[in-house]
């Protein structure tokens, strides 16, 4: 299956499944990772693999929704199976939503602490455990349909920084077990609804 990975930041998510892809029996490979912006070490780890980049930013174009379609013309190219979202910091429209599936992550137990710091608020919170959850992406924030989900135990010494660096470590597992299972068990995605197991 054929995946386009989408960035905005150090991309440890996009590189584990550059890893597993190395493998010809995980049944993926990126076919091209994209990002919203420039200087991020994810587009190094897309360059280190020889894999097509493509960055569209926001304040190159008018309006949102033409940046919404420029970013949907530019994964439509690659002719994806499915869309990741690891780590990318924007909203995808419905050009890209409407086109292709899309997973995202997220680095805690939804529908808890949704929203870009998730991990800072389970922190506040005071939650003994929290974790990581892949879900397909539609049109709110962190509001689709979950597909896996994995704890993580808070420690008394934790900061946002080393607790997000102990979920990232299990998020990545998660991220590649999910899509490597959706590309080899052939799911289809019919709107909210994942149908596991290829249509027969
Ligand atoms: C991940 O925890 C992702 O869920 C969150 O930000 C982090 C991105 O990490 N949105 P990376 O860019 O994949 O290293």
Known sequence: GRLVVLVSG?????????????????GARVVAVGADRDGIEGLDRARRSDVPIFVERLKDYPTRESWDLAIARKIADH????????????????????????????PALLPS???????????????????????????????????????????????ESSLHERIKSVER???????????????????RTVIIGGAS
């Not at 150090?10 to 584990?16: K, P």
């Not at 506040?124 to 896996?148: N, Q, S």
């Not at 998660?174 to 899509?179: F, H, K, M, N, S």
């Open 10 to 26: 150090s991309g440890t998510n996009l590189q584990a499944l550059l890893d597993a892809s190395a493998d010809p029996s995980y």
């Open 79 to 106: 002719e994806p199976d499915l869309v990741v979202s690891a780590g990318f910091m924007k909203i995808l429209g419905a050009p890209t939503l409407e086109a292709f599936p899309v997973l995202n992550t997220h």
């Open 113 to 159: 602490f949704p929203g870009a710091h998730g991990v800072r608020d389970a922190l506040a919170y005071g939650v003994k455990v929290t974790g990581c959850t892949v879900m397909l992406a539609d049109a709110g924030v962190d509001t689709g349909p979950i597909l896996a989900q994995e704890t993580v135990l808070v420690r008394q010494d934790d900061d």
């Open 173 to 191: 597992g998660l991220l590649v077990e999910t899509v490597g299972r959706m590309v080899r068990e052939g799911w289809t995605v019919n709107g």
